[in-house]
């Protein structure tokens, strides 16, 4: 349950600043992480991420679960792109009669992929360690975003706890019952595990349908009123877009 954690997400200067503000610039440079052609910018946007969420105090565990995936996904990236894309070899070698072949611009395309993966993982992250995640759908909701797509998101999240809770009991139980004393039986004991929060999913989404359209609901889900935008931070985040924007520009 501490990777949901929120209390490290408070009593500090991004905690402070407008919700809109902060997923507005996330928006900004999110998109100029993906635009760009190159690998600097991607890597500088991470530096920079990586250096906020040490500012704020992100927990060390946290932060390393929030990346193993990504950073997983961008290394599996590097490497298919390396030995099976391009056309400029850098070395091959055969292996068992198999012919491998690593490629030059292979790599250098898979690197900006990854690099790409990396700086945009790391500005939601930065957002998600900075924002409560009711603020974060309150400024989706004012900015329009379609009421059904928000209304899944608080859902989710809310039940996920739930779900999560769910999974430590029947892991626990399993445990205790050696099932995962082997890996065959672990991994029967995974697949059960996973069934069973399967059914448990679809038993609670008809249980919640139920209550929700007994006690009214309408489709209309009430969000928090936001306050005037500061003008400190409207100039700040104008300025940092502009500085971001010149160097992608470069």
Not at 10 to 22: C, E, I, N, P, T
Not at 119 to 131: I, R
Not at 132 to 140: K, N, Q, S
């Amino acid at each position: 349950m501490e990777i949901f954690n929120e209390q490290f997400k408070k009593d500090h200067l991004l905690s402070r600043v407008d919700a809109r503000v902060k997923l507005g610039v996330s928006l900004l440079v999110l998109a100029m992480v993906l635009s760009y052609k190159g690998l600097a910018f991607p890597l500088l946007i991470l530096c920079v991420s990586l250096a906020v969420c040490v500012r704020i105090k992100i927990p060390l565990k946290v932060f390393l679960l929030r990346f193993s995936e990504p950073v997983f996904i961008a290394s599996v990236v590097i490497l298919l792109k390396f030995l099976f894309s391009g056309q400029e070899a850098m070395f091959s070698i055969k292996i068992s009669g198999v012919i491998i072949t690593g490629h030059k611009d292979g790599l250098m395309d898979g690197l900006q992929i990854a690099g790409r993966i990396l700086g945009a993982v790391s500005v939601v992250a930065v957002l998600g360690f900075s924002t409560p995640f009711t603020e974060i759908m309150a400024a989706l909701s004012w900015l329009k975003f379609p009421k059904s797509f928000i209304e899944i998101l608080m859902l989710a999240y809310r039940y996920i706890f739930v779900l999560l809770e769910d999974a430590m009991v029947i892991y626990n139980a399993q445990k205790n019952r050696l099932g995962y004393s082997s890996i065959r039986r672990g991994l029967g004991s995974f697949g059960a595990l996973t069934g069973s929060l399967v059914l448990k999913a679809f038993e609670n989404s008809q249980n919640i349908t139920t209550a929700m359209i007994q006690r009214g609901y309408d489709g209309n889900m009430p969000m928090m009123k936001h306050k005037p935008f500061r003008m400190s931070e409207v100039i700040a985040s104008a300025a940092i877009i502009t500085a971001m924007g010149i160097i992608w520009k470069m």
